[in-house]
């Protein structure tokens, strides 16, 4: 099922991004460059390995783990979540 993700993503449009990084705490200058991007998310399934790569003007980011097992992820804003 996963290999149906696996593929090149170009962000055409997204509603309620400020709201939604605002629930998470993400700080106003992040939010407002992070609003105005349009990052392009490449997926890569390996077997039960997946990763996933976000490609953008403002960061770049990848990000490798096996499916079912909890992970450690530093997230674009540099914030640290499970």
């Known amino acids: 099922?996963?290999?149906?993700?696996?593929?090149?993503?170009?962000?055409?449009?997204?509603?309620?991004?400020?709201?939604?990084?605002?629930?998470?705490?993400?700080?106003?200058?992040?939010?407002?460059?992070?609003?105005?991007?349009k990052p392009t998310t490449i997926i890569e399934v390996q077997g039960d390995k997946i990763t996933v790569k976000t490609q953008s003007t403002f960061k770049n980011t990848e990000i490798t783990f096996k499916l079912g097992e909890e992970f450690d992820e530093t997230t674009a804003d540099d914030r640290h979540v499970k």
């Open 1 to 37: 099922m996963v290999d149906a993700f696996a593929g090149t993503w170009k962000l055409v449009d997204s509603a309620n991004f400020d709201e939604y990084m605002k629930a998470l705490g993400v700080g106003f200058a992040t939010r407002q460059v992070a609003g105005l991007t």
